[in-house]
């Protein structure tokens, strides 16, 4: 699976390569991601929440890394989930503000099947990385992400307060509310 996304975050391109840089940081914005360590200057240990409870391990290696313009990676061959990605830094237009372009290329386990089960349960890949994305813009302007009264716990909530697709009121509770 190959998913892209990019966002535009009102801080200079050096601040925004910085943070992502520190692979430790990237935990407060990335729902799935439960830690990350790095190893030395390259390398580095990952772990995620997967869908049905499962958590997913690898350890990636830094194959491009040019300061302030782009950071590259790929895991290496023990990955649960084998993946590669690049995050490319660019200044916007605007003089001030830093525009990120990611694209993260992965195998999801079961192929076919495994994405249309994990879509089934909301967990759509293409959706979560806008998320991670909108979150990191979040950090970096305001210092933090921000919640709303009905997920008030961040990744916590997604067991507390599952996501589902809109659904029409069963006929029932379309006639109580109505009559209310």
């Known amino acids: 699976m190959d998913l892209t996304a990019a966002t535009t975050i009102r801080k200079p391109v050096s601040d925004v390569y910085t943070f992502w840089r520190r692979l430790e940081t990237l935990p407060t914005f990335m729902a799935h991601l439960d830690e990350v360590h790095a190893v030395d200057e390259r390398t580095s240990h990952w772990q995620a929440s997967a869908p049905f409870g499962r958590t997913v391990r690898w350890d990636a290696e830094i194959i491009d ?21 690049t995050v490319w830094f660019r200044p916007a237009p605007d003089g001030v503000s830093t525009e990120v372009h ?12 495994g994405k249309a089960v994990a879509k089934y349960f909301g967990e759509e890949p293409h959706q979560q990385l806008d998320d991670d994305l909108r979150r990191l813009k979040q950090v970096l302007e305001t210092g933090e ?36």
């Open 65 to 85: 890394d040019v300061p302030d313009e782009k950071l590259g990676w790929r895991s290496v061959d023990t990955a649960d989930v084998p993946n590669a990605g």
């Open 102 to 113: 990611v694209l993260l290329v992965y195998d999801i386990p079961g192929g076919e099947l």
């Open 145 to 180: 992400v921000v919640r709303s009264d009905g997920a008030p716990w961040g990744k916590r909530a997604r067991t507390e307060f599952p996501q589902r697709p809109a659904q029409p009121l069963p006929a029932a509770e379309r006639a109580e509310a109505v009559a209310s």
